[in-house]
């Protein structure tokens, strides 16, 4: 198992940005796919976004494609999910996720077993 803990959630006016951070334990984050669900109580949970271990391969659900993205940095251990001209919509408890089967990048696989405690964005009309 991985350690995950989520940073940079909050309050935010319909079209501004936050950035999410994801640190990981361990030595052996480089080894895993990270990536981003959210939660809305009531509604099916979604994924948001993936990464692969090296940062070349990135998936974006179409709720977010060209305004997220997901970013990585193995030095650090750590993942960054930038998030530009944010809607209502987009009002959720964030969590990061790791792939502890693989590191390449398969969003519907089943290997997405590790979580943070999440963080809450939401985003004001």
């Known amino acids: 198992q991985v350690q995950l803990v989520e940073s940079g959630g909050g309050l935010v006016q319909a079209g501004g940005s936050l950035r999410l951070s994801c640190t990981a334990s361990?030595?052996?984050?480089?080894?895993?796919?990270m990536g981003w669900l959210r939660q809305v109580p009531g509604k099916e949970q979604e994924f948001v976004a993936a990464?692969?271990?090296?940062?070349?391969?990135?998936y974006y659900a179409d709720s977010v494609k060209g305004r997220f993205t997901l970013s990585r940095d193995n030095a650090k251990n750590t993942v960054y999910l930038q998030m530009n001209s944010l809607k209502p919509e987009d009002t959720a408890f964030y969590y990061c996720?790791?792939?502890?089967?693989?590191?390449?990048?398969?969003?519907?696989?089943?290997?997405?077993?590790?979580w943070g405690q999440g963080t809450q964005v939401t985003v004001s009309s």
């Open positions: 990464i692969n271990w090296s940062g070349s391969s990135t």
């Open positions: 996720t790791a792939d502890l089967k693989t590191g390449a990048l398969v969003v519907s696989g089943p290997g997405w077993g590790s």
């Open positions: 361990g030595r052996t984050f480089i080894r895993y796919a």
